[in-house]
């Protein structure tokens, strides 16, 4: 079995990750986590599993609180959550997505699902890609590079957009409520989004 | 073919936080098979969720948690084969695979060359989402909407007063307009509709179609 001295080492073809030599805790930009998810789909490797689970479940579960869920209903749908990781781990493309973000669309996914009864139609396209094959080097920096510049983005912006995007992405409610509660017109929820998604876009530009 | 007409940004945004109705959803994915372009913003913004899932406080799971995350991946062989997902066609065209998997109902004719489908999953009175088709050159008489609305043209174009809007078209409508939709001459117009209320029909003719469109 290899062992990995220094995380991050997610290049290449990921060797089996044994829990003695990984970090606990938040990754540094998420760089291993594409590493642990090639692993389950290649080995179905549980040691992997547990990392991811250990780190995402309980944010997931924090994620599903936000809409006023269940405890109980919360913990479920994260532990759901992480066995759809399991299931689908050779869908996960990391040139298209973080962990993080292949994640929260999963979860996102499962939450609509349950609240309204009807697929995200995300759900289902999900599938529907080339299987990935191990991840290559290339891809992985793109991915982290391309999460850095968001998170360097929305750590920028001003507190009002920064709001609103918070708002929008962990309350189930329109724009229209959202403007009610913070006492401003719809229009300026709305112009405060496109701001906000202005300095995302030019964030990202230059990085595919 | 070109895609003029698209949504707006916070409509994009909703769509990739998950807080858009199913209706409206629908009618996005719809778009969003036709358009490239509007993939882009969505996947920044859920780029941007997933940052933010990764800065939301850890919630506590239960202690047994992950020994039965664990005991359950041991039963499971695999990701699960993948079934062919059957394509009919509706007036030669292919529906959203998202679409078909909510399910459409039956086809009713309310007037001369129209017909609507409703999308009963998607539909939680007083919002209502449906396939309608126009013949070439049929018209919806003037109305009004209760309601916010978006429509995805699927086939052939339609226009009103704010434009002409075909194929792969995405168009809000909010409550304030009114308009007279009329099919575009070249052949029938085939769209999907999620409204949030039903649409205010002006007159005995409105009312009679109302009534034969209701439930």
Redesign the interface.
Known sequence: MHTIAHPPVPFGVAPRLAMSTWPQG?PTG?GEWPACIAAIARD?D?EA??LL??YF???????L?RFHMEPSV??DL??ET??TV??????FDPA??????????I???L??DVL???????A??E??GIESTAPLPHDIVLSAE??AK??E??VSLPNDQAEV??L????????SLIAQELGIPLGT??SR??LA?QR??SA?EGVS | MTINSHPSEATLLAYAAGTLPAGASLALAAHLGFCKACRKPIAAWEGAAGTLLDSLPDCEMAENALAEAMARVSETQGPAKRAVPPKPKLSGIDLPPALLAAGIGKRRWIAPGIWRMGVPAASHAPAETYLLRLGAGRRIPFHGHGGSEMICVLKGSFSDASGRYQAGDFVEIDEATEHQPLAGPEGECICIIASESPPRMHGLIGWFLKSLAGG
Not at chain 1, 96 to 105: G, H, K, L, N
Not at chain 1, 116 to 122: F, I, K, N, V
């Open positions: 938040a998420g179905q549980k599993f547990a689970f250990r479940a309980p944010r997931v579960k924090s994620y609180m919360a913990e994260a532990q992480l066995l399991w299931r689908k781990a050779a869908y298209r997505a973080s962990a993080s973000t292949w994640i929260f669309t979860a996102r996914n939450r609509v309204r009864g009807t697929a995200h139609p995300e289902l396209s599938d529907a391309r999460e968001t998170r983005a929305l995007v918070r929008s992405f962990f309350e189930d409610k329109p724009h929820v709305k989004l496109r998604f995302l876009k990202l």
